[in-house]
């Protein structure tokens, strides 16, 4: 569900980019009807038990995790700028998910693309121009969402449909932590998969779950949840104005109409229980 690229746009950030939260956000046509909810959007999320069972392990997945970033740091330009910004309200939202005992750890991307997406292990990307557009409540949404897709383990279960699932699984339990030839060539492999944007790649269901996963968060972690709502409104106009700083996008991805409603669907009910 995203990527991300260099500032000067040297590099590519299609293969990411066009999957993350924010190049999907903004997606089909707008009209001018308000779209209408009669039924319970995220229903068959509500009660959801997320665990490694059936995928790799936590140990491992910790290995898939930095072996992923080191993959990250070759193809894109991380910086410092605002990490302490993103680290703090990360943070917050981390320990108010369905995850809360994993280490996690925010990325900055240099970019001026609006973007931001997550890998298994805890590792959150978000680019300098989406930092820019967002105020807190806002950075916080897109934030608790990509903390969603890890604690739903939607990378995990993309990788157990690969072909390259049992070779990586291998790899990453003979990895030591020592450089050598298994090291060497789960690096090609992971360096593949994160060229072709492969692990964060969504489908709709498993955005609609991060949406859900986020918005609820959003309050146990001190942040208003209409942040997600003025997060998804700054992306249409964006889209509307220069669509380029959004990526690609895609027409498998719920529109940002009805996420929006979704988005205030939840809000409301929150506000009754």
Known sequence: MAAV??????????????????????????????????????????????????????????KLGAQLHREVTK???????????????????????????LLYKFHVIQSREINGFSLPGGHVYITTAMLKLANDNELASVLAHEVGHVAARHSLKTLKQSQEYDDIA???????GVAGDVARDLGVTLGQIVGAGLLTFHTRDEEREADFLGVRTLPKAGFDPQGMVTMFQKLQRIEEQNSDLLGSLFSDHPDAEERISNTRYEIARMKRR
């Open 75 to 101: 193809k894109y330009n991380l910086t410092n700028v605002g990490l302490d910004r993103v680290d703090r309200i990360g943070q917050r939202c981390a320990k108010a998910s369905q995850r809360p005992t």
């Open 5 to 62: 690229l260099c500032a000067t746009t040297a590099q590519s950030l299609a293969p990411i980019q066009s999957h993350s939260l924010l190049g999907a956000a903004a997606n089909h046509a707008r009209t001018a009807t308000t779209f209408v909810q009669y039924d319970d959007p995220y229903s068959e999320f509500r009660n959801a038990r997320y665990s490694n069972a059936g995928l790799l392990n936590e140990r491992d997945e910790l």
């Open 170 to 176: 291998k790899s990453l339990g003979a990895l030591t």
